[in-house]
């Protein structure tokens, strides 16, 4: 495929996403404003960070203009947004590390890698970065354990592989298509 093929395709994706956006608001349907949320991962002195999102305009895939490939490895703790089913090149580098992940509209699953840590390791954000009428739960795969991030601002786990998943699922009010865990 050439780069201008390439163009053309992302300039058609989204137009198409700002129609589906524009039908939605008309029929009343509830669609996630533009909003971005900072996750800090951290164990002992270190500290990484990934940051996730939604944005009208952006498509459910690599947007080069909103997100960012992972460029850091850090050497005892490091997270990102995991995405080899994007493709994406940027100056003629292959990416599927991120960390930012902006999205067009929710719900949506949002998957952090998690690689080092020390004895725990500690997810934090924001309640004040959760849009209205937003519903995010962090799910640790390794523990099945759901955690309502609205309720508190950290989770603090032991990690039992490398690298450990961490989801962020996000929702916008009743319109969620997949069932939550019981709050």
């Not at 996630?32 to 990934?50: N, R």
């Not at 609205?150 to 032991?158: G, L, R």
């Not at 009010?173 to 069932?179: A, E, N, S």
Request: hydrophobic share 40%.
């Amino acid at each position: 495929m050439t780069n201008h093929m390439k163009t053309n395709l992302q300039s058609i994706a989204r137009l198409c996403s700002l129609l589906v956006a524009a039908l939605l608001l008309i029929e009343g349907s509830a669609l996630a404003a533009d909003w971005t949320m900072l996750i800090t991962v951290s164990s002992g002195p270190d500290e990484a960070s990934v940051q996730i999102g939604s944005q009208i305009g952006a498509s459910d895939w690599f947007d080069d203009a909103l997100d960012t490939p992972s460029t850091l490895k850090q050497e005892n703790l490091s997270a990102y947004l995991f995405h080899p089913e994007w493709n994406a090149t940027m100056d003629g580098v292959k990416h599927d590390r991120f960390q930012r992940d902006i999205r067009f509209s929710l719900p949506q699953d949002y998957d952090i890698s998690i690689e080092g840590g020390r004895v725990s390791v500690t997810v934090s954000w924001k309640i004040a970065e959760i849009p209205l009428k937003g519903q995010f739960w962090l799910h640790d795969a390794g523990t099945d354990i759901w955690v309502n991030m609205s309720k508190q601002e950290s989770y603090t786990f032991t990690p039992s592989e490398s690298p450990s998943l961490i989801t962020i699922r996000a929702t916008w009010g009743d319109t969620c298509c997949y069932p939550l865990p019981s709050q």
